[in-house]
């Protein structure tokens, strides 16, 4: 399974770099047969360079997400871990932001915009070390690696309403808007809330039973 998610990102950004070049050779194309005083036919894809700016950060910012949680997966997948209930919990998370990240590229492509901005992207956490310290009575790898979701879905929501915040204040892009308030952020808001819980749940077991906290949570809880 982490496989099939890793090459899958691997061949959506291969695939979006393509269409990112012909979608220039389209552009060149479509400025030629303007300046022959043919009719303009780029009107209907008009979106403000800050806009799609901030929408090219959100994509990158969801396949970010995707690889941090994938990493973790691998974690608890791990034979000497060994805990299945995170381990799918993490592998679902991974595949959760994939498709967010695949669901704004193809708005981006819908609006007639370049998917991503191939000159600048780069996935920051491909190599980033996880915070996996030994257990101690009050805090283990598990309860950290919660603590590190909610802090990842708070950065992405708050990336979200930045883009939100670009797009309407100074663009009035309402259809974008209306779109990421409907399909992301009630999700974003629900996934931090249960994290939130998770959180606080393992931290109450972990007074009570420190060494097999982990443990029972796993099979419990997740």
């Known amino acids: 399974m982490m496989k099939s998610i890793f090459f899958g990102i691997v061949a959506l950004m291969f695939a979006a770099v393509v269409m990112n070049q012909e979608q220039a050779s389209v552009l060149a194309e479509g400025s030629t047969s303007g300046s022959a005083g043919g009719p303009d036919i780029t009107k209907w894809k008009k979106m403000d360079d ?3 700016n901030k929408l090219h950060e959100q994509i990158k910012k969801e396949f970010d997400a995707s690889i941090f949680y994938l990493q973790y997966a691998a974690y608890f997948a791990n034979y000497k871990v060994n805990l299945p209930g995170f381990e799918k919990f993490f592998f679902d998370a991974a595949s959760e932001e994939r498709q967010h990240g695949m669901k704004l590229i193809e708005y981006a492509l819908m609006r007639g915009q370049n998917p991503i901005d191939y000159n600048r992207f780069s996935l920051t956490n491909a190599a980033k070390k996880l915070e996996t310290e030994p257990s101690t009575k009050t ?3 598990a309860l950290k690696a919660l603590e590190q979701a909610l802090e990842r879905e708070q950065i992405v929501t708050s990336s ?3 883009v939100i915040k670009a797009c309407e ?3 009035n892009d309402y259809h974008l808007v209306d779109y990421l308030t409907g399909e992301f952020l009630e999700e974003q808001h629900q996934g931090q809330r249960d ?3 998770k959180i606080a749940m393992l931290k109450k077991m972990l007074k009570t039973n420190p060494h097999l ?3 029972i949570f796993d099979k ?3």
Do not use: K
């Open 139 to 141: 805090s283990t790898p």
């Open 213 to 215: 906290g982990d443990f």
């Open 50 to 52: 800050s806009c799609t």
């Open 160 to 162: 979200i309403r930045d």
């Open 220 to 222: 419990q809880n997740m």
């Open 195 to 197: 994290l939130a819980g």
């Open 169 to 171: 204040n100074e663009t």
